[in-house]
């Protein structure tokens, strides 16, 4: 049976923010040491809140961002409002190849920089991650260390399943195919995002049987 829930980054856990210090880093940047320094802030080197599309102009100002514009700051407004804060930062604190992470622990998110100059990819990135933070409001409560599937398996369109099933390790797919998925699809984050926001995420989205059972076990919804 696949289990129902997993860790983002197992093992880290959440300390008192002290000041930048990448010191702290002991195997060097690019590694998943660097990248839990970051997520842990303490290590805060050029890391800055975004709060709109105007950040990211701020940085690339080339780049066109108007037609992700609505979409975005929407995304950004309700994630605010449910208590994650989503960052910029710079790629010396990510492993190569990752353009974002969700921390379950701290509710925060984090953009690589080095590949936020395209709409496509900073609009793809934040449905991503924003669908990581959707699943961990599914699992009870968005101030856990856990994160359940949102969709049922067999409603997840076979070409995310298998994407995911090329890219990520056996264990984590049924999270990382809905997550891409999401990704892809316009609203599709930001529906799920605004149902955790109200409360009504079981009223929304019916949890599948699995999560129903942990749901009723730890009392957050009536059997």
């Not at 399943?161 to 809905?178: D, F, G, I, K, Q």
Request: glycine share 6%; aromatic share 10%.
């Amino acid at each position: 049976m696949k289990k129902l829930f997993l860790s983002i980054l197992a093992g880290l856990t959440l300390s008192t923010p002290v000041m930048a210090n990448d010191d702290n880093i002991t195997r060097g940047y690019k590694t998943y040491d660097a990248m839990g320094c970051m997520l842990l802030q303490e290590c805060t080197d050029n890391v800055r809140e975004v709060k709109s599309i105007q950040d990211f102009l701020d940085v690339y100002p080339e780049s066109d961002y108007e037609v992700i514009e609505e979409e975005f700051n929407q995304l950004i407004s309700v994630m605010n409002k449910v208590g994650i804060k989503v960052y910029l930062a710079p790629e010396k604190y990510f492993p190569p190849n990752h353009r974002g992470v969700y921390h379950t622990v701290s509710n925060n998110f984090f953009l690589n920089e080095d590949y936020m100059g395209s709409s496509n990819t900073v609009i793809s990135v934040v449905r991503h991650e924003g669908w990581h933070a959707a699943q961990d409001c599914m699992a009870g409560t968005i101030n856990n260390n856990i994160i359940a599937i949102i969709k049922n398996e067999e409603d997840v369109p076979m070409i995310w399943r298998e994407l995911a099933e090329r890219t990520y390790a056996s264990n984590v797919v049924p999270w990382e195919a809905e997550a891409w998925w999401a990704g892809k699809t316009k609203g599709m984050t930001l529906d799920a995002l605004k149902a955790c926001s109200t409360g009504a995420m079981w009223d929304i989205y019916p949890p599948t049987p699995m999560t129903r059972e942990y749901l009723v076990n730890e009392g957050f919804i009536n059997d």
